[in-house]
């Protein structure tokens, strides 16, 4: 489980974050929903350690990881797909997977969990393609592939349907749904689309001027009127 308690940071003088409060529990999908420049990509980034908190509290199974850097939260199993892929495009598909394997010691092309390719077989099939050749869809799976390799107890993704082709979009969906069911994992997803997240969302929080507005059960989302606070 990962939760958040009373998190807040600041730009300069100006407040970003809000005494921000939410679990997520394992074995569920919990989106976070907000509009743009409310606050979510801050929020990220102080859970991955990009960030600094000005106060507040992160924990992963009970350990506070708030101080930790980025690689020590990636050890103690956090996982993340960053907004935009941020693939290696010079590197091979097998490649990019196996810089999930990056923080074990000695990680091989073998070591690459075969499920991987499994769950995307495109990216068995294009395992030798560099990753700049894939299509934006391809490479959102190389992406959550990549995250996965190194078995993460938290998986963060950030606006994974973004620039997403339909028929991909819905493979992802599976893909996450099929993780959450195994119940070892807690999944946080950061969503603008509102189908999307109330199709997968166990849980929502939705974020307003860096602070949470509402929270509450997905399959309540549409009595909560959720999708009021999306929209333009």
Known sequence: MLKVEKLNQFYGSSQTLRNVSFEVPTGAVTALLGRNGVGKTTLLKCLMGALPVASGSIALDGQEVSTLPPYARVRLGVGYVPQGR???PRLTVEENLM???ASRKNGTAKDIPGEIYEMFPVLKTMRNRRGGDLSGGQQQQLAIGRAL?????????DEPTEGIQPSIIKDIERVIQALSDRGNMGILLVEQYYDFARELADNYVVLRRGEVLMSGAGADMETDNVRSF???
Do not use: D, Q, R, Y
């Open 230 to 232: 999306l929209s333009v």
């Open 86 to 88: 941020e693939i290696f």
């Open 149 to 157: 390799a190194m078995k993460p107890k938290v998986l963060i993704l």
């Open 99 to 101: 810089m999930g394997l």
